[in-house]
T-cell receptor
Framework: QQQVKQSPQSLIVQKGGISIINCAYE??????FPWYQQFPGKGPALLIA?????SEKKEGRFTISFNKSAKQFSLHIMDSQPGDSATYFC??????????FGQGTRLTINP | ETGVTQTPRHLVMGMTNKKSLKCEQH?????MYWYKQSAKKPLELMFV???????ENNSVPSRFSPECPNSSHLFLHLHTLQPEDSALYLC?????????????FGPGTRLTVL
């Protein structure tokens, strides 16, 4: 019930393409869904987050799509760039409780 | 300094050594966390401190001993570690105030146990 399942484990996208990473959760009490971006040798950095009262949130080239009935949310990176190559983690939490993280997706953008 | 800082950034220790990892947050947050990141379990929560009290200990072996002397500082004391403890140790902080758990991470300490 506390798990967040993330897929795929790794993803290769051509420059300019759309990168899509998916997460699914079981706990319907979760009400906060952030995505973190981590570059090699660095700690994860908050990229974008969504609350379940909206179905989509966009910040620049990054969009979260949220499907409450399916208990799924996804990260879309439009016009993917080599600088987007990193590991991405989805997470979920209920209120101020601990974050539950997905397993991570290693994204590679080929020039 | 801004955000969350961690020292040292790299640490190599033998199995009989005693060392400590330090984390400092400059964000005025009231909760701090230790995570272990390895290839097998990418982000594994170890300890949670809220208002300087340990509120969670995820079955971490006693060779890891956390300490939170105040709301800005967090330590992880290490002794008699095993090679499988080699990993990136991440510290994070958040402000737990009636909303959601927006965590900010430090750069991590890369630990190698020989």
């Amino acid at each position: 019930q506390q798990q967040v399942k993330q897929s795929p484990q790794s993803l290769i996208v051509q420059k300019g393409g759309i990168s899509i990473i998916n997460c699914a959760y079981e706990n319907t009490a979760f009400d906060y869904f952030p995505w973190y971006q981590q570059f090699p040798g660095k700690g994860p950095a908050l990229l974008i987050a969504i609350r379940p009262d909206v179905s989509e949130k966009k910040e620049g080239r990054f969009t979260i799509s949220f499907n409450k009935s399916a208990k799924q949310f996804s990260l879309h990176i439009m016009d993917s760039q080599p600088g987007d190559s990193a590991t991405y983690f989805c997470a979920a939490s209920k209120g101020a409780q601990k974050l539950v993280f997905g397993q991570g997706t290693r994204l590679t953008i080929n020039p | 300094e801004t955000g969350v800082t961690q020292t040292p950034r790299h640490l190599v220790m033998g199995m009989t050594n005693k060392k400590s990892l330090k984390c400092e947050q400059h964000l005025g947050h009231n909760a701090m966390y230790w995570y272990k990141q390895s290839a097998k379990k990418p982000l594994e929560l170890m300890f949670v401190y809220s208002l300087e009290e340990r509120v969670e200990n995820n079955s971490v072996p006693s060779r890891f001993s956390p300490e939170c002397p105040n709301s800005s500082h967090l330590f992880l004391h290490l002794h008699t570690l095993q090679p499988e403890d080699s990993a990136l140790y991440l510290c994070a902080s958040s402000q737990l105030a009636g909303g959601y758990n927006e965590q900010f991470f430090g750069p991590g300490t890369r630990l190698t146990v020989l």
